[in-house]
């Protein structure tokens, strides 16, 4: 399960990918088909920052979020050389990246996701998005 939430923790968009694959094989699929529009108007929004574990540490990586114009906040590996990177590592910026971990651990709270009790990517994505809907609806009641 891959996830794209706002800075505030509403989820955006979900992307599901078998389990023995890795994390990062998702990001381009992640980004390419999430579309989130302004209030008032119909232009695109796309993310400023795009934080992620080292799982996501990789130059192509650094590369593809920079072109796109996001900035990857991403720490570098213990095995890596810090200074041979070409994107600065924000800490202060990272820190908010517990953000998207209270919203795992939210929707580990969902017992039908956490125990995925539907075997189909297709219905598991179903119960993904009613439970993305439920969170939307008690944030504004």
Known sequence: MHLLCDSHGHPLHAVLSPGQAHE????????ETCEVRGDE??????PIFLAG???????WIDE???ETGILPTIPSKSNED???R???FDRQTYRRRNIVERLIGWL????????RFEKRARNFLGMLKWAFIQRYLKTMG
């Open 24 to 31: 990062s094989s998702c990001l381009h699929e992640l980004l």
């Open 41 to 46: 108007s119909d232009e695109i929004i796309t």
């Open 53 to 59: 574990d080292k799982g996501y540490r990789a130059e």
């Open 64 to 66: 593809y979020l920079v």
């Open 82 to 84: 810090r200074d041979a």
């Open 86 to 88: 070409f994107v600065e």
């Open 108 to 115: 580990k709270e969902c017992r039908r996701i956490l125990t």
